[in-house]
């Protein structure tokens, strides 16, 4: 009988995964891919900046179980002098730091209400890891456009991607 019970709360175990990957198949279906960043414009007291400089670099992989990871650098990241990530000097970290983003972890997609989550499994802003970020979008053509209203530099971002090819 255990076993039988065991083997129950397993199969049901694995179909709620199943089914959690098949939400995400129908809702985040247009998300699956790989984008190339356009552009990160963040507004904070009425000005606007670009993030991550003027040509700024990223890319945005989901995958069709939706899993995820972003990565953000300014195109002119210095170079750490001494050539060891470990023993950069600290004007070299404050740049790169400043010049950079990234984060992991599973996306979900609320069609209804055009809006995605990130459940972020870890970042390099760790204020972000093991939270949940919502962001409205929008998608036209091959353009993913989203807003981060708690933008991790403050003020508010808006993100455009566009889907490699």
Not at 3 to 25: E, H, M, P, Y
Not at 95 to 111: E, K, M, Q, R
Request: aromatic letters at 10%; a positive charge; glycine letters at 10%.
């Amino acid at each position: 009988m255990r076993r039988v019970c065991n083997l129950t709360v397993g199969l049901s175990f694995l179909g709620a995964v199943l089914a959690a990957g098949d939400a995400f198949a129908q809702a985040g279906k247009d998300f699956v891919g790989t984008w190339t960043l356009v552009s990160a414009v963040t507004e904070q007291g009425g000005n606007k900046t670009d993030t991550f400089g003027s040509n700024p670099k990223g890319i945005l992989m989901v995958d069709a179980n939706g899993r995820y990871v972003i990565a953000f650098s300014r195109a002119d990241l210095p170079k750490v002098a001494s050539n060891n990530r470990t023993t950069a000097t600290a004007e070299e970290n404050k740049a790169i730091v400043a010049g950079s983003l990234a984060h992991f972890g599973t996306l979900s997609v609320n069609a209804a209400d055009k809006t995605f989550t990130f459940k972020i499994e870890a970042a390099t802003f760790p204020n972000w890891s093991g939270t949940e970020q919502k962001r409205p979008f929008t998608i036209s053509g091959d353009q993913l456009r989203y807003t981060a209203a708690g933008a991790s530099g403050g003020g508010t971002a808006t993100v455009v991607w566009k889907r490699a090819k």
